[in-house]
């Protein structure tokens, strides 16, 4: 099992960044795919971004493709998730998800992931 906790959430204006990270417990991190869910309110939770075990393989939503970049730390047991340019409509609680199945591919449901952090709002004004 593992524990995850996000941090780096709060409000920008739009056009700024935020860098969000997830940090996670336990020795296995490296073996859990990670990916970053958001929702906002009074919508579904929706798939941003994922990254396979080794980071040789991630994945985008369209909404934030060009904008966002997700990386990894196994070392550190941290996945990160930049955020440039952002919008209004990125404004959600975002969301840090990790899959305990090896993949070679992202998988972008949130029903393939096992564990999850308590999430961490993210505003942007405009």
């Known amino acids: 099992q593992v524990q995850l906790v996000e941090s780096g959430g709060g409000l920008v204006q739009a056009g700024g960044s935020l860098r969000l990270s997830c940090a996670a417990s336990?020795?296995?991190?490296?073996?859990?795919?990670m990916g970053w869910f958001r929702q906002a309110p009074g919508k579904e939770r929706e798939f941003v971004v994922g990254?396979?075990?080794?980071?040789?393989?991630?994945r985008y939503s369209d909404s934030v493709k060009g904008r966002f970049t997700i990386s990894r730390d196994n070392g550190k047991n941290t996945v990160y998730l930049q955020m440039n340019s952002l919008k209004p409509e990125d404004t959600a609680v975002y969301y840090c998800?990790?899959?305990?199945?090896?993949?070679?591919?992202?998988?972008?449901?949130?029903?393939?992931?096992?564990?999850w952090g308590q999430g961490t709002q993210v505003t942007v004004s405009s």
């Open positions: 336990g020795r296995t991190f490296s073996s859990y795919a």
């Open positions: 998800a990790a899959d305990r199945q090896w993949r070679t591919v992202v998988r972008p449901v949130a029903g393939a992931y096992d564990y």
């Open positions: 990254i396979i075990q080794n980071g040789g393989s991630t």
